[in-house]
């Protein structure tokens, strides 16, 4: 890269999940895109993520505002999938077999008949299970689960393949996706947004007419926008990666722990939960806990090997939703925000996002997510 200028209809500012499946959505409308990455395509969370696409998950702490942008990202899934292994020729691993929730006390009991109720209540198929059912369906869970909830309308995908994918598909569709570079400065000249890169010693400008900022975490660590701060913060979640002989079929969970399988017999084990800035290191303590909560329903995966820790950075604000609507500068918009629902939410945020950068409305599915209820929140603390 050199110091030039270059032009675009929209700049996208982050290469994550959202960034490239926003600026795959905008390729396919005809726009030219140009994504910036400061790191690899999908670094932070996105390739970190357990992929798993259920809308049951933390029932309690959603809103139903945001449980509707669950279901209806949950609903596009398929046809999105086919959509980007079409456009560029790679899989995503996407899978169907549902999540099992798993009980092994009374507490936990309680816990599945209510979660049972909740996803009945939505319409989505879920089927109690004693412990003998739910053992027959995984025959490699502890003698101790009594009881289970099976989620058939839950799937997965492979986040790593998910983000591979994404990128071949962009590429077919023209976006140019610029990676090792950070975004220092966006800005709004002569009527256009102007963004600063940062490349080494190389400083070149890329204009654009819009701009998406998608930059995950470091939407405020070392980027300068014209938008107020919205206090996006980090939440660490470390993974275990296991390989060995496959142990079971579909995704297992319970309130400590989710248990993923993968092709070729992977297991992902996650995930901590913690307030720790920038920190990427894994610790000693994330993967004792994560191994103990697993080994306690699936006592089978004592033989298999450590592949992997590997570490994420979820990106949420103060309420833990996403943010996804025009900034109050003109031409520049956000989504960002999705804190454990990248994944899931990816296909919704694209289609919505497009459709407010190809039409200027904001879609009512996402004005609940907009950005005022932040900059209310900033004034409200000002004030004191
Ligand atoms: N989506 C699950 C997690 O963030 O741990």
Redesign the pocket.
């Given at each position: 890269m050199t110091n030039e200028s270059r032009l675009a209809d929209v700049a996208i500012v982050g290469g994550g999940v959202i960034g490239l499946s926003c600026a795959f959505e905008l390729g396919r409308r005809g726009r030219s895109v140009t994504v910036v990455e400061r790191e690899e395509v999908g670094f932070g969370a996105s390739t970190v993520?357990?992929g798993?696409l259920t809308p049951s998950?933390e029932v309690e702490l959603t809103p139903p505002e945001l449980v509707e942008l669950q279901l209806d990202s949950l609903r596009r899934y398929p046809q999105f999938i086919t959509d980007v292994e079409s456009a560029g020729g790679l899989s995503c691993e996407y899978r169907d077999e549902g999540t099992l929730w798993v009980s092994r006390h009374r507490d936990d009991e309680l816990e599945l008949d209510h979660l049972c109720q909740i996803q009945k209540d939505r319409g989505l198929p879920a089927k109690r299970l004693t412990g003998r059912e739910t053992r027959a369906i995984e025959p490699y869970l502890s003698p101790r689960v009594i009881g289970g909830l099976l989620v058939e309308s839950d799937h997965q995908v492979n986040s790593r393949k998910l983000v591979a994918a994404l990128e071949a598909a962009c590429l077919c569709v023209g976006v140019e996706i610029i990676t090792k570079t950070g975004v220092s400065t966006v800005q709004r000249v002569g009527g256009r947004a102007e963004l600063t890169l940062q490349r080494d010693d190389e400083r070149p400008l890329l204009h654009a007419d819009q701009v998406l900022l998608a930059a995950g975490v470091w939407l405020e660590e070392g980027l300068v926008t014209p938008l107020p701060r919205i206090g996006m913060r980090p939440i660490k979640?470390q993974i275990v990666h296991l390989k060995g002989q496959p142990l079971v079929n579909r995704v297992l969970r319970n309130s400590d722990v989710?248990i993923v399988p993968r092709a070729g017999g992977e297991l992902l084990l996650?995930?901590t939960?913690e307030e720790q800035g920038f920190d990427m290191e894994p610790t000693a303590g994330g993967t004792l806990d994560l191994l103990r909560y697993a080994f306690e329903i699936l006592p089978g995966l004592y033989d298999l090997y450590v592949s992997e820790i590997d570490v994420g950075l979820?990106p949420a604000v103060t309420d833990h939703q996403p943010v996804i609507g025009p900034t109050n500068t003109e031409g520049i918009f956000i989504a960002g925000g999705h804190y454990?629902?990248g994944?899931l939410l990816a296909p919704s945020t694209a289609h919505f996002v497009a459709e407010l950068m190809t039409t200027g409305r904001v879609p009512a599915e996402v004005e609940p997510f907009g950005i005022e209820r932040l900059l209310l929140e900033r004034q409200q603390e000002a004030a004191g």
């Open positions: 993520a357990a798993m998950f979640g989710y996650g995930a939960e979820r454990r629902g994944v």
